[in-house]
């Protein structure tokens, strides 16, 4: 029986089937085994996704069986295949249309570095455009890294999470993860559309080094 | 009996009364006819009037650099005849500057997505065509990515996109 001390300088009881915890641990703990899925399947790794919510490998144990094709039911993007350029853009918007708090992983290689399509229609990596949570390598990945890589993305909630979303406040840590261009290429990149490449560009033009 | 079919010879003979003359090559019994381009529509009209009534394909080949080449692009019109299975390939060669043709939409109607991948890839003008816009490039893209003297990885287009960071999303 646990025994709390109380203001008054007395004891409070309390039962045994009462546990004590943090708002947050409670919250990450809900969060974590209960994903919803938003399959963004465009390739030969949606196969494997396929695969891993079905009967043999069963993501049903993991409390993440309940794949739903609307991005507003979801909570967890998996990104598997390779994204046109063409796609980018229904992609980011399917990202925004999630409801907070939400996570991503990249499944395979080419969601995760174009893999073998460099190519000028193939987006080298989502993650220079969406934030990513989770990498799978493998070409593509057989359903237990894909388990395994909602496991450790639960393991990343149950630690990092809050119940306010406070971990999503990552101003720096994007920063590292901006999109490969060629700093001021005439007629390449608009600028003005991409926050990131601006702050570079400002300063590039103070004179600090630009990390290239 | 069924009448049988005219032969390839008695094909070319009347195309070349229509069109002039012209190389023809065979290849594994596949014959192939290049048309010059200012009679390639009357000629392929005339095809389909002799019972090449299918077009499987309409393609384009970029010989930029190609050793012996004459000609930069060489378009691919692929006839077949579904009463007797008799296959023509017929060639146009167009070159830069505005590389044109003209449609063969109203002989085919299956013309219309094909010719709009040529021009969409190879940048060839399909002039009459209904719906001149791009087939699988966004419609932004500036370039058309399979002639030769374009880049593999692209002019930088696949980069071009805001990036979406965990502060505005």
């Known amino acids: 029986m ?30 974590k085994n209960s994903l919803w899925p938003m399959p963004f399947a465009t390739a030969c790794c949606g196969i494997e996704l396929m695969a891993t919510g079905a009967s043999k490998h069963d993501l049903a144990r993991f409390g993440a069986e309940v794949f739903r094709f609307s991005p507003r039911q979801c909570d967890l993007m998996i990104v598997a295949g390779r994204v046109v350029m063409k796609m980018l853009p229904v992609l980011q918007r399917i990202w925004q249309q999630m409801h907070e708090p939400k ?40 359903p237990e890294q894909l388990i395994q890589a909602i496991i450790d993305l639960q393991d990343k909630i149950q630690r990092e999470g809050t119940i306010t979303g406070r971990e999503f406040d990552t101003a720096g840590r994007q920063l590292r993860k901006r999109a490969l261009v060629e700093v001021g290429g005439p007629g390449v990149i608009d600028a003005s559309r991409n926050p990131v490449l601006q702050r570079e560009l400002a300063a590039a033009a103070e004179g600090i080094p630009v990390r290239s | 009996m069924p009448t049988p079919p005219p032969s390839v010879d008695d094909v070319l003979s009347g195309l070349r009364g229509r069109c002039g003359e012209f ?30 009534d299918l077009l499987v394909d309409v393609t384009c080949v970029d010989y930029l650099d190609y050793p012996g080449a004459t000609h930069r692009y060489g378009l691919v019109y692929l006839l077949a005849s579904t009463a007797t299975n008799q296959r023509l390939t017929v060639r146009v060669f167009v070159d830069d500057p505005d590389p044109t043709v ?32 791009r087939l699988v490039m966004p419609e932004e893209f500036t370039a058309h990515p399979l ?6 990885q692209g002019r930088g287009e696949r980069h071009n996109f805001p990036v979406i960071t965990r502060d505005h999303s």
């Not at chain 1, 007395?10 to 915890?21: F, K």
């Not at chain 2, 002639?147 to 593999?152: I, N």
């Open chain 1, 2 to 31: 646990a025994v709390m001390p109380s203001g008054a300088g007395g004891r409070i009881e309390l039962p045994e089937n009462v546990v004590v915890s943090r708002l947050d641990a409670l919250a990450n703990w809900c969060r």
């Open chain 1, 103 to 142: 996570w991503c992983i990249s499944m395979g290689a080419c969601a995760s570095t174009g893999g073998v399509f460099d190519t000028y229609a193939v987006v080298q990596g989502i993650d220079r455009f969406i934030p990513v949570d989770m990498y799978v390598p493998g070409c593509p990945p057989r």
């Open chain 2, 23 to 52: 190389d023809t090559s065979t290849f594994r019994g596949q014959t192939r006819v290049v048309l010059p381009e200012p009679v390639a529509f009357e000629g392929l009209a005339w095809l389909k009037d002799q019972g090449f």
């Open chain 2, 102 to 133: 003209t449609s063969v939409v109203p002989l085919w109607a299956g013309a219309n997505w094909l010719e709009r991948e040529v021009w969409d890839l190879f940048g060839i003008r399909s002039v009459g065509h209904p719906d001149p816009r």
């Open chain 2, 147 to 152: 002639r030769k003297d374009y880049p593999l």
